[in-house]
């Protein structure tokens, strides 16, 4: 199984930046990796269904962002490390939330093809 364990939210202010990182290890069963696995980012508010936030594909890191991000996060991989990234920048009140790291063996925006979930890290953006 892949395991996957999210790191760096905390509190904002409205405008501020803030970067989570997505720590994977182990592997699916059909043996793949974090290297070949395409990874997403999620959140969810409070009373509100999980969203997707973007994806970035394992083979050549391209993305694909949901709209209210676009222009403001950016998703990038260090393969060395196992590690998947979120920078988040201009930061807004509605972008709180809790936020989750996924695996797919697959270019998905929705939840429900996703294989692997991390427990999340909480963002909280004051106004």
């Known amino acids: 199984q892949v395991r996957l364990v999210e790191s760096g939210g905390g509190l904002v202010q409205a405008g501020g930046s803030l970067r989570l990182a997505c720590t994977a290890s182990?592997?699916?069963?059909?043996?793949?990796?974090?290297?070949?696995?395409?990874m997403g980012w999620f959140r969810q508010a409070p009373g509100k269904e999980r969203e997707f936030v973007g994806v970035?594909?394992?083979?050549?890191?391209?993305?694909l962002y949901a709209d209210p991000v676009k222009g403001r996060f950016t998703i990038s991989r260090d393969n060395a490390r196992n590690t998947l990234y979120l920078q988040m920048n201009s930061l807004k009140p509605e972008d709180t939330g809790v936020y989750y790291c996924a695996a797919a063996q697959g270019y998905y925006t929705v939840p429900h093809m996703y294989d692997s979930w991390g427990q999340g890290t909480q963002v909280t953006v004051s106004s």
């Open positions: 970035i594909d394992w083979n050549v890191g391209r993305t």
């Open positions: 182990g592997r699916t069963v059909s043996g793949r990796t974090f290297s070949t696995l395409d």
